[in-house]
């Protein structure tokens, strides 16, 4: 079983940054990938970005891509996702999620199994 819990979340100008952190407690094993997702008012629950436990591989939406960051502390089990240039439409709860997945499910909310309260992020122009 495996417990997450986001934090990091706030209000923010729109350029500005911040740095959300998602704690694992339980085993995460090798074959994890570790996700963000976030959803906003009346909107599905998106991908933003993930990355491989084992090997630390990559990977994002489009929409972040080059200005979100993601990363891990293996020996302290949290993922990280630097957020920089924030823009209005960034607006939403963000949710951590870990899974064994395949890649070509990893942007599928209904993969994971294992999820976090979510934190909100709200960016105002």
């Known amino acids: 079983q495996v417990q997450l819990v986001e934090s990091g979340g706030e209000s923010v100008q729109a350029g500005g940054s911040l740095r959300l952190s998602c704690v694992a407690s339980g085993r995460i094993w090798p074959s994890y990938t570790m996700t963000w997702f976030r959803q906003a008012p009346g909107k599905e629950r998106a991908f933003v970005a993930a990355i491989t436990w084992l090997d630390g591989d990559t990977y994002y939406a489009s929409s972040v891509e080059g200005r979100f960051a993601i990363s891990r502390e293996t020996d302290k089990n949290t993922v990280f996702l630097q957020m920089n240039s924030l823009k209005p439409e960034d607006t939403a709860v963000y949710y951590c999620?870990?899974?064994?997945?395949?890649?070509?499910?990893?942007?599928?909310?209904?993969?994971?199994?294992?999820w976090g309260q979510g934190t909100q992020v709200a960016v105002s122009s």
């Open positions: 999620a870990a899974d064994a997945v395949i890649a070509a499910r990893r942007g599928l909310p209904d993969s994971y199994g294992y």
